[in-house]
């Protein structure tokens, strides 16, 4: 790591970075980078740094390194804050002049890299990870009670919230400008609202040539690069075409134990996975998962920095740490096709839920009272279908907005402010009204991309690419996301939401552009999900923790969390009558958290 520090009668700036490099791997290019007056520490890549570099040297700057660094630096000297629309990758950086005193913070269109800062006195303390502006300023941090709310609700932090009180995440697609002696001013270079808005007025893009020349743009580094490959659409995509481009290009994927994948009613992906690196000559390494959970889940907690409840998270370190343990720096992952495209089970569920409302009254309420009454899970074995349903019917008969939020999330409101106490309970309203807010931000005049665009500002933004960064970067794994890119999202708001879901085809227009790489039994297999076994996990490996952690924890005592209906949600899981594994972890993942916090000198 490095660190740099200046101080004038204007200013006093410290910079400090630690570097995993993968463009230009020579010690030129370690940061902070310091030319002339300007200071740069750096998080992300560049895809397009080749290009802006020769566009920088006919225009008469001079380089010393072969970085993407160097070029973000002077990018940032030619053309100001007019360099961010010309970037084209993942990246958020901050840099210093100490010619007019300024500094700069930046951040990615889409939100794939983390900053987070903080107003302190005349200045601000920022960083990649929440847990270092902790540990500097911990004993005067505050946590921020109605994003507990958030976290339950969601089982994730929503961008526009941070767990702690003051702390706020820089908005994806703008930068902001620090002067001596004023407040940060933040302006949005880019919204993806906005590109949306844009693009379904234009013709269909060429969906084929869009997606081969992103993953060909995100293959650039001077190390070798794998992927991960469930076996599913969207990885097979990257994984095979990224072997096109890379022949050395190997790849990575994930099995359960036996007895897990039965409780937790999962298809075998692996079997998919071989089949596509066998059909395609890819090296695939398997690993298998099956942790000591009741160890690791603190650790998880740590690593994600804020009570996020989602175990996928723990299927991409482990994923991430074995392949750090062969030299691999560089991953490919298929996140972000299921939020441009409508890949997501609670998509189509939606529109079925909207032809559902139309029907008369005498039968939706003999169906309701039919599936309420099926359990979840038989022994050891779980039901998907009954599991579905159930979960159908908590938001078929609500209007858009309601029934897309409540298809995701963990609670309705009324729910929610029965399991919370009253300091909770009276900010319920808020966070739902928050994501009424996002959910009609949008000129779009077609149900399926409206929910598109939402997901891509909620749901991938706080949940996937939240836990993707942290978890690979604590294996120190950089992992790259094709699909999530400015050019790619565009492209995908050009299509109709009927282009999108095709009568039962669930992203239809992506599945025609794969039949182009991929054989269709791949492409038209069934979906499922990167999940965790979390029901064999909450009824057997955790039960001692949950029961000693959970409802005897400090959220309890507190009265944060009422304990009959903490325990009720537990009992019903844990005899199958319903499907509560994911709001139990999320409760035990937010007591583990906010016991990791209150040790680092947090208060309440």
Request: aromatic share 8%; proline share 5%; charged share 25%.
């Amino acid at each position: 790591g490095g660190v740099w520090s200046y101080e004038d009668e204007r200013v006093s700036v410290h910079l400090g970075h630690r570097r995993l490099s993968i463009i230009d791997l020579s010690t030129a290019a370690d940061q902070p980078l310091r030319k002339g007056t300007l200071s740069l520490v750096y998080n992300g890549e560049l895809y397009n740094y080749k290009e802006l570099r020769k566009e920088l040297v006919s225009a008469g700057a001079t380089f010393v390194t072969s970085s993407d660094t160097e070029v973000v630096l002077e990018a940032w000297r030619a053309w100001g804050p007019g360099a961010l629309e010309r970037f084209r990758g993942m990246f958020a950086f901050a840099l210093a002049d100490a010619a007019t005193g300024e500094l700069v913070l930046a951040r990615d269109p889409l939100g794939i890299k983390p900053l987070f800062y903080t107003e302190r006195g005349d200045g601000v303390v920022f960083a990649s990870e929440l847990k270092a502006i902790i540990a500097a300023l911990g004993t005067e941090l505050r946590i921020e009670p109605g994003t507990l709310l958030s976290s339950m609700l969601y089982y994730w932090i929503p961008e526009q919230r941070c767990a702690i009180q003051g702390v706020h995440k820089l908005p994806a697609g703008s930068w902001a400008r620090l002067r001596p002696g004023t407040r940060p001013e933040i302006r949005q270079y880019w919204r993806i609202q906005d590109v949306a808005a844009a693009a379904a007025g234009k013709p269909s893009a060429d969906l084929k040539s869009v997606i081969e020349e992103s993953v060909k743009a995100h293959l650039v580094a001077d190390v070798p690069v794998s992927s991960f490959l469930s076996g599913g659409l969207d990885s097979s995509i990257i994984t095979v075409l990224g072997h096109q481009d890379s022949s050395s290009l190997d790849a990575y994927t994930i099995t359960f134990r036996p007895e897990d994948q039965k409780l937790e009613a999962m298809p075998d992906d692996a079997v998919y996975a071989r089949r596509v690196a066998r059909q395609f000559g890819i090296d695939l390494h398997e690993i298998e998962i099956s942790p000591d959970i009741v160890d690791l889940l603190p650790r998880m907690v740590d690593i994600l920095d804020e009570p996020i409840g989602d175990p996928a998270a723990i299927n991409t370190v482990l994923m991430c740490e074995a392949a750090r343990a062969r030299g691999v720096k560089v991953m490919l992952s298929g996140m972000g096709a299921d939020e441009l495209f409508g890949g997501y089970r609670k998509h189509f569920a939606c529109l079925m839920a909207s032809r559902y409302h139309r029907m008369p009254a005498a039968v939706r309420g003999p169906a309701r009272l039919a599936v309420n009454s099926l359990p979840v899970s038989l022994g050891n074995r779980g039901l998907r279908y009954p599991r579905w349903a159930k979960r159908f019917m908590t938001f078929a008969e609500l209007p858009e907005e309601a029934r897309f939020r409540r298809s995701y999330t963990l609670y309705d409101p009324e729910s929610l402010t029965a399991l919370v106490g009253p300091e909770l309970g009276d900010q319920v309203t808020d966070v739902i009204d928050e994501h009424a807010a996002i959910y009609n931000d949008n000129a779009l005049d077609d149900e399926v991309n409206r929910m598109c665009l939402a997901d891509a500002r909620l749901f991938m933004a706080g949940l996937n690419l939240t836990y993707t960064d942290r978890a690979s970067m604590a294996a120190s794994v950089e992992v790259r996301v094709p699909f999530v890119d400015k050019v790619v999202a565009e492209a995908a708001f050009t299509f109709d939401g009927k282009d999108k879901i095709r009568g039962k085809v669930q992203k239809a227009v992506l599945k025609d552009a794969a039949e182009n790489w991929l054989p269709r039994e791949i492409v038209h297999r069934p979906k499922a999900s990167f999940g965790a076994p979390l029901r064999a996990w909450v009824r057997n490996d955790l039960k001692e923790l949950i029961s000693d952690v959970l409802v005897g924890g400090e959220l309890v005592q507190l009265g944060m969390l009422r304990k009959g209906p903490v325990l009720r949600l537990i009992a019903d899981e844990q005899a199958g009558r319903e499907d509560y594994a994911k709001q139990i972890w999320q409760l035990l993942s937010m007591e583990l958290w906010y016991r990791q916090v209150r040790a680092a000198g947090v208060t309440m």
